[in-house]
């Protein structure tokens, strides 16, 4: 397809073709299972562009770049692809949501205050309110097991150049997600805490079911930029873990609720393509 969009499939029909669930139109991301699993979230631009948006070099000044779709906003929809609600309508970019274990609260990125800061708000859309506010990248949230603490990448951009710098891609729609670490706080954005600290990027976090420990995917130890691997942390930044020991890209790992399988993405086994499939491995203590 021209443009990323949102399909659904039987863990058991993985390699039969999924079933398209988002509109065709625009271009979409970061999908998720609503309570009760049979609805879906997902950000899109199809109420702005019926084709692609336009997409930036990826190489801007020499450095990589992410694009920051204004016109994306959250929606809800059902397994046919049917639209079911819209959660957010304000200008600007409006994505990376995710759903509390519980039911109750969303987890999103949003540019609402000017920059990318998180916000939460009800499974219904209602009472938005923003999490984080210094300067810099926080995106690609997820839940604690027990729903009240969050794991998310985040860019801390430091004051001068960098800050300059940082401000000046954002104002063209871009980020450069080169320089991320992994944090955590409450949902209401207390007791902030930087857990790695290794440079380079580190994403894609999520919680271990027992809350204790986080996964997530960095390339701090590898030889070529998008030389990613899994690795594991403790919660208090210990006990650091390599996972997955591979010459290419793995990471947007979650685990199941039940701790017994880890899904993640990964570029092994492509045929030396850039095609980015999924894989799911037993998870064994």
Same mark, same amino acid.
């Given at each position: 397809?021209?443009?990323?969009?949102?399909?659904?499939?039987?863990?058991?029909?993985?390699?039969?073709?999924? *079933?398209?669930?988002?509109?065709?139109?625009? !271009?979409?991301?970061?999908?998720?299972?609503?309570?009760?699993?049979?609805?879906?979230?997902?950000?899109?631009?199809?109420? &702005?562009?019926?084709?692609?948006?336009?997409?930036?070099?990826?190489?801007?000044?020499?450095?990589?770049?992410?694009?920051?779709? !204004?016109?994306?906003?959250?929606?809800?929809?059902?397994?046919? @692809?049917? $639209?079911?609600?819209?959660?957010?309508?304000?200008? /600007?970019?409006?994505?990376?949501?995710?759903?509390?274990?519980?039911?109750?609260?969303?987890?999103?990125?949003?540019?609402?205050?000017?920059?990318? +800061?998180?916000?939460?708000?009800? &499974?219904?859309?209602?009472?938005?309110?923003?999490?984080?506010?210094?300067?810099?990248?926080?995106?690609?949230?997820?839940?604690?097991?027990?729903?009240? *603490?969050? &794991?998310? !990448?985040?860019?801390?951009?430091?004051?001068?150049?960098?800050?300059?710098?940082?401000?000046?891609?954002?104002?063209?729609?871009?980020?450069?997600?080169?320089?991320?670490?992994?944090?955590?706080?409450?949902?209401?954005?207390? $007791?902030?805490?930087?857990?790695?600290?290794? /440079?380079?990027?580190?994403?894609?976090?999520?919680?271990?079911?027992?809350?204790?420990?986080?996964? =997530?995917?960095?390339?701090?130890? @590898?030889?070529?930029?998008?030389?990613?691997?899994?690795?594991?942390?403790?919660?208090?930044?210990? /006990?650091? +873990?390599?996972?997955?020991?591979?010459?290419?890209?793995?990471?947007?790992?979650?685990?199941?609720?039940?701790?017994?399988?880890?899904? =993640?993405?990964?570029?092994?086994?492509? /045929? @030396?393509?850039?095609?980015?499939?999924?894989?799911?491995?037993?998870?064994? +203590?």
């Amino acid at each position: 397809m021209g443009c990323d969009q949102i399909f659904i499939s039987e863990l058991t029909e993985m390699k039969a073709k999924p *079933k398209m669930i988002s509109t065709g139109h625009g !271009r979409t991301t970061c999908s998720y299972f609503m309570p009760g699993n049979e609805t879906i979230l997902y950000a899109s631009t199809h109420a &702005v562009h019926d084709s692609c948006p336009p997409a930036p070099e990826r190489i801007v000044n020499g450095k990589y770049v992410w694009p920051i779709y !204004r016109e994306y906003d959250i929606y809800v929809a059902n397994q046919d @692809g049917e $639209e079911v609600m819209q959660l957010t309508e304000k200008p /600007g970019y409006d994505a990376e949501a995710t759903v509390s274990p519980d039911g109750k609260m969303i987890v999103y990125t949003s540019l609402q205050s000017g920059d990318l +800061e998180l916000w939460t708000m009800n &499974v219904d859309g209602s009472d938005k309110k923003q999490v984080t506010n210094l300067l810099g990248y926080d995106g690609g949230a997820f839940f604690s097991p027990d729903s009240k *603490k969050l &794991v998310f !990448r985040a860019s801390r951009p430091k004051e001068g150049e960098e800050a300059d710098a940082y401000k000046a891609l954002l104002l063209k729609g871009l980020i450069q997600p080169t320089a991320l670490e992994i944090f955590t706080c409450n949902v209401d954005g207390s $007791e902030l805490k930087q857990i790695t600290n290794l /440079g380079k990027a580190n994403w894609a976090p999520f919680f271990h079911p027992s809350g204790k420990k986080i996964i =997530f995917a960095s390339n701090y130890n @590898g030889t070529r930029g998008f030389q990613f691997n899994l690795y594991m942390i403790n919660v208090d930044g210990s /006990g650091l +873990e390599q996972i997955t020991h591979d010459n290419t890209f793995d990471s947007f790992p979650m685990f199941s609720f039940d701790g017994t399988k880890l899904i =993640f993405s990964s570029n092994r086994n492509n /045929g @030396g393509t850039h095609d980015t499939n999924i894989f799911i491995a037993d998870w064994v +203590e």
